[in-house]
């Protein structure tokens, strides 16, 4: 299931969403602060939700990750 | 308000063009040109996840708690993470083995069990109720904001027979109906349906964010405008933090999280999108950032849009859950409204559509037809199309659904908020992870442990969860609700063995995916798995390892054609049958239908397109019935097994070999090759060497015979005789010493004995000692030496031989009394040369090299047998390059030939290597 | 009448122990010492046996057993290969071409003469 680049990066990524949204990480964001105007921590949130989105997209779409060399039948 | 009469013109104006647009989807799929065939279409599909749930009950969620509405959508973010992988397989597996729902998934992993089958559609279906009752009360809720005065007391309770929302699970079931079970397909591949959710999808989408475009810009002046206003009230102000006053929120938090995660896996819609109606694997490579998008862009304004109600209303009772509707009717935004309406329409009967039409199939596939075939009255009865009867038993299950869905938001609906009916469903799928994910991954996973598992956990989440949820409702009595069952305290549904403080779903999720987890880790490992199991397993978790040819095929017995293609033309039709018998007819490389060879490869084949039309629990055992079986054991599945992956191993060896071979046979036709001319050099050797030895052996033998048998021979004669039988005998010899010496030398065989040379004294001592020779033939011997030359480093007597050899050429070829023989010795700063010179006939230059080959003598002067053996200046050659010199010829026809021989002054390391 | 033996051999010495031998048998005889002497003798002095060596210079003894034998004129010529290549091959090879008889040297003289008187028909 881990085997090749594109999964090993992907089950990395996966971990870091983990902690990042959850506790403790997630504790850091929740103060009552205003950041552009807009509070800090739904800010945060769909910040770095943007930010993994970004990330599953560069992992997965990039020309040179492994293709799986048996197809389909 | 908005005239009802519009409203539902709108309504159905907007179906009937999601229905156009599905038509003309299955008219292209039916032409060849699909038009969901692209990524795009694909991911946008996977948009069914939101539903009225998002519509509503986001907003609704968000104005409560805040962020909380959030970790619905994060999950799936999550898992789209790890879908490249996991879902990928689950689609190779899906796609390989005909699987069209999870309940076929789960039951053919567990050695297609059709118990396990049906165990898996009745937790779907009793887990999918709340989920389609949450839709109709989303569309009631919304159709009742629209058409009655703003601000209005919710309409009192009716009667279920005046109840509008009965009628919208009618109109629903009919649409379902029709999007999805016209007619069959044995794929379960539903393109119009798939172009109707895409389209849903992008209304979905653009009307919410019409929505939000509107509160946040039109209402107020912008986001920083909605939180200004917000900080300067309190209790508006707290939900902009994580802590809503729950106990454990990191807890409450990530169980939401996961079971999000889980559930846009597993929900039958979601399956039924990702996996069965999946058209190529690449496309997942967009969904999987693409569909994170989707999410993040239709929740974007929930925040923008829940605040901005609360400000906008104030104390007023407007339901958050309809601000997206109440809001822009508030401003006289009709238009808008009826847009956010029909986009939450939209939701709702996408989601409906779709999961109605995944759960009617596992309740016909997995459910219904086992129950059929149990019965012996209709599984005698060998004859008849039964695609008709399937066909029906899904549109029943069709309208059961919806049925069911109104029921239970009739008893319990009203009592909750969306959000926490969906939370329910989304807990009672979420009990199929064990069991599937285990399945893809573990090939320790049993069918005991999966049906323990499930069950185990189903009950958990029925008592933890379910019953709860009606007993709020009034419907059930509640005390063991607030005293645990039987009074035992720690069984209170929400408080198990005491576990308190966490909320009722996450305590649920806790208990039942423990359970569940334990129970079917457990049992798996307790008892081995049995063939049947085993077998699926391999071809389930290595399904990315196998090519097609050599998977291997997990049966063994007799069949005959006639009886599968019976089998095929009752479940699915005449027609596609034969086509279905002629497409395998040309893959296998048989020319004709009537051809194809009844092997277990034809069973499988039939067995997998049956699983497609009554799922593959119920094909197991119809094709059992239909062909004459052996039972397979582990022993037999392994030993299958074994011999797949021997066969495999067997042909790379094979390749392997086979190119190495060529290799070989291309390295041995060059080595035959020189073998052969060696062969032939040396016995063109071996020949000439007898030739020679026996030609004096002739002459002594003949002229000895001749004076034996004449003892009266005269004594001149006899004299003659015997001269020649000496000079014969002597001749012999020479040449037997010389053979042997020249194969000593080319052995390396020879004895050298070399030291300080002076050629100028080999020179004259050889001529001193060939000086009667060539008197006798009158023939000038001149030598032209130097005062002293420099020594060189060889064997005395092996270079007087090569000089006397010389000597004694130049004395047989000069010409008799008018010879001259020239020996000319000279030296330079590296060498010592010397050249005998005769006049006498030359050697053509195209015998000059023939000159230094062994037996060779010169052909053209016809009666001048030389003498000689022909060996002479082979060895001289030898003799000469062994201390690192060089002999060679110059001549010219008519003017004599020239030897010539040069030793180096530095021969001394040469000629220490070859003793 | 005596028979006429052309004897063919390169080797002088050789051609001294045949004609004398050949010459106590009573036949005639007349020598030639290469291939291209053998065939101008043969049509000059018309033997009635050819005692042929095989390695000679010019034209070999299968070569003029090939060339005797392509004539018609010589058919009724008795040819006796002599020589000291023994291989089956060699032998094959002349009796392919023709040859009445090969045999190899060294010969044994009396073995030699019994086989021309069997072929000239004579009395041993």
Redesign the interface.
């Known amino acids: 299931m881990f085997e090749g680049l594109v999964a090993q990066r992907l089950a990395a990524l996966f971990v870091a969403a983990l902690l990042l949204l959850n506790f403790p990480l997630l504790a850091l964001w929740d103060h009552d602060l205003r950041v552009w105007g807009l509070p800090l921590f739904p800010l945060a949130l769909f910040g770095i939700w943007a930010a993994l989105i970004v990330a599953v997209a560069w992992v997965v779409e990039r020309p040179g990750s492994a293709r799986e060399p048996d197809t389909p039948d | 308000m908005i005239p009802v009469a519009l409203v539902v013109a709108v309504s159905f104006a907007y179906l009937l063009l999601l229905f156009a647009v599905a038509y003309w989807a299955d008219a292209r799929s039916r032409q060849g040109r699909s038009v969901i065939g692209n990524a795009w279409v694909y991911a946008l599909s996977m948009g069914v996840y939101c539903t009225a749930w998002t519509y509503f009950g986001s907003v609704g969620r968000a104005a409560g708690s ?2 909380w509405f ?1 970790p619905i959508y ?1 999950g799936p ?2 898992a ?3 879908a ?3 879902v990928r ?1 689950m689609i ?1 597996i899906s ?2 083995y005909r699987i069209t729902s999870i309940a076929d998934f789960i039951a053919s992993r567990y050695g297609k069990s059709q118990l396990l089958a049906g165990l898996v559609t009745l937790i779907t279906v009793v887990g999918i109720i709340p989920y389609i009752a949450l839709q109709l009360k989303g569309v009631a809720s919304a159709f009742a904001v629209l058409t009655q005065p703003l601000g209005g007391v919710a309409s009192p309770a009716v009667p279920w027979w005046q109840d509008t929302t009965l009628y919208v699970a009618l109109a629903l079931a009919g649409f379902t109906i029709v999007f999805g079970a016209r007619h069959l397909d044995s794929t379960e591949r539903h393109e119009g349906m798939v172009a109707a959710i895409a389209v849903e999808s992008l209304v979905k989408l653009v009307a919410f964010l019409a929505v939000g475009v509107f509160v946040t810009w039109g209402l107020f002046q912008g ?2 405008d909605i ?2 206003q ?2 300067a009230e309190p209790r508006i ?1 707290r939900l ?4 809503q006053g729950q106990p454990f929120p ?1 807890a409450q ?2 169980g939401m ?1 996961l079971l999000a995660m889980f559930s846009v896996i597993l929900l039958p819609r979601q399956f039924q999108v990702m996996v069965v109606e999946n058209v190529q ?1 690449q496309h997942l ?2 969904a ?2 693409v569909f ?2 989707y999410l ?1 862009l239709i929740n ?1 304004f929930v ?1 923008p849009i829940a605040i901005g109600g609360l400000l906008y209303f104030g104390d007023r009772p407007f339901n958050p859950e309809t601000f997206v509707l109440s809001l822009p009717l508030a401003e006289g935004q009709t238009a808008l409204a009826l847009l956010a309406f029909v986009g939450g329409l939209s939701a709702a009967t996408g989601m409906v559509i779709v999961e109605a039409i995944a759960v009617s199939t596992m309740v016909c596939n997995d459910l219904v037809m086992p129950l059929l075939l149990r019965m012996r009255r209709f599984s005698a009865s060998r004859s008849g199309n039964l695609t008709g009867l399937l066909l029906t038993i899904r549109r029943l299950a069709i309208l059961g659904i919806l049925l069911l869905g109104y029921l239970y938001f009739h008893l319990a609906g009203e009592a909750y908020a969306l959000v926490s009916i969906g939370l329910i469903s989304f807990a009672a799928v979420a009990q199929f992870a064990p069991a599937m994910l285990g399945g893809m ?1 573990w090939k320790g996973g049993t069918r005991r442990g999966a049906m323990a598992g499930l069950l185990l956990g189903f009950a958990l989440w029925a008592y933890t969860l379910m019953l709860p949820s009606l007993a709020k409702s009034g419907w059930l009595a509640d005390d063991f609700l607030q005293h645990g069952l039987w009074g035992l305290a720690w069984l209170k549904p929400e408080a198990l063995l005491g576990l308190h403080g966490l909320d009722n779903l996450t305590h649920s999720l806790f208990w039942s995916l423990l359970v569940n987890l334990a129970a079917y880790v457990g049992l798996s490992l307790w008892r081995p798995p049995s063939a049947a199991e085993a077998s699926q397993a391999l071809l389930f978790v290595d399904v ?1 390892h196998r ?2 040819g050599a998977r291997p095929v997990f049966w063994r017995g007799k069949a005959q054609v006639s009886e599968l293609r019976g089998l095929m033309t009752r479940f699915l039709g005449g027609a596609r049958a034969e086509q279905l018998l002629r497409d395998y007819a040309r893959q296998t490389g048989v020319a004709d239908v009537a051809q194809i060879v009844p092997d277990a490869r034809l069973v499988q084949f039939v067995e997998t397109q049956l699983a497609g039309a009554i799922g593959s629990a119920s094909a197991r055992v119809m094709v059992a019935s239909a062909v004459d079986e052996e039972a397979l054991d582990l022993d037999g599945v392994m030993r299958i097994l074994d011999e797949a992956s021997q066969l495999r191993a067997y042909s790379h060896a094979l390749e392997e070999k086979s190119q190495s071979l060529e290799r070989a046979t291309a390295e041995l036709r060059e080595a035959n090759e020189k073998l052969k001319s060696l062969d032939r050099l040396k016995d063109d050797f071996m ?1 000439s060497v ?2 020679e030895l ?10 000895s ?2 004076m034996h ?2 003892p009266d021979m005269d004594g001149a ?1 006899r004299q ?2 015997l001269d ?1 039988i000496v ?2 005998a002597e001749r012999l010899s020479r040449l037997v010493n010389q053979v042997l010496d020249m194969a000593k030398i080319e052995a390396g065989q020879a004895d050298w004995h070399a030291s300080n040379v002076d050629l100028k004294q080999v020179l004259e001592q050889s001529a001193g000692s060939m000086a009667e020779t060539f008197r006798e033939r009158g023939i000038r011997l001149v030598l032209s030496l130097p005062d002293a030359v420099p020594m060189v480093w060889a064997d005395a007597d092996r270079l007087t031989q090569v000089v006397l050899n010389l000597l004694s050429n130049a004395a047989k070829y000069a010409p008799r009394d008018t010879g001259i023989v020239d020996v000319h010795l000279w030296a330079d700063a590296r060498r010592v040369s010397f050249e005998v010179k005769d006049n006498g006939p030359g050697i053509p230059p195209d015998q000059q090299a023939m000159v230094f080959e062994k037996f060779r003598q010169v ?1 053209g002067d ?2 001048y ?1 030389p003498g000689g053996t022909g060996l002479g200046l082979p060895i001289s050659r030898q003799i000469v390059e062994h201390f690192g010199g060089r002999l060679w010829l110059t001549s010219t026809p008519g003017q004599g030939a020239c030897f010539g021989v040069e030793l180096p002054l530095d021969a001394r390391g040469r000629s220490e290597e070859t003793h | 009448m005596s028979h006429k033996i052309l004897i063919v051999d390169d080797e002088p010495n050789i051609l001294v122990s045949l004609e004398f031998l050949m010459k106590r048998e009573g036949y005639q005889v007349v020598t030639a010492r290469d291939g291209q002497e053998a065939i101008e003798a043969i049509g000059t002095e018309q033997p009635d046996l050819v005692l042929l060596d095989v390695m000679m210079p010019v034209k070999t003894g299968f070569d003029v057993c090939h060339e005797v034998r392509a004539n018609d004129a010589y058919k009724g010529l008795i040819i006796v290969m002599l020589t000291a290549k023994g291989r089956d091959t060699d032998v094959a090879k002349g009796l392919a071409l023709g040859a009445n008889a090969y045999m190899t040297k060294p010969f044994s003289t009396r073995e030699l003469v019994q086989k021309i008187h069997e072929l000239l028909g004579d009395a041993a």
């Open positions: 805040g962020v959030l994060l973010m999550l789209m993470i790890l490249w992988m996991v397989k190779r796609r390989t986001m920083q939180f200004a917000a900080d102000r902009l933090l994580f802590g990191y938090w990530l999280t694997e490579r967009r999987v950032w994170p998008t993040l974007v925040l991954y990315f090519q097609a020949s007898t030739h026996r030609t004096p052996l002739t002459s002594i033998r003949a002229l015979e001749l048998d004449d004669q003659q005789f020649i000079a014969e052909a016809q009666h047998r």
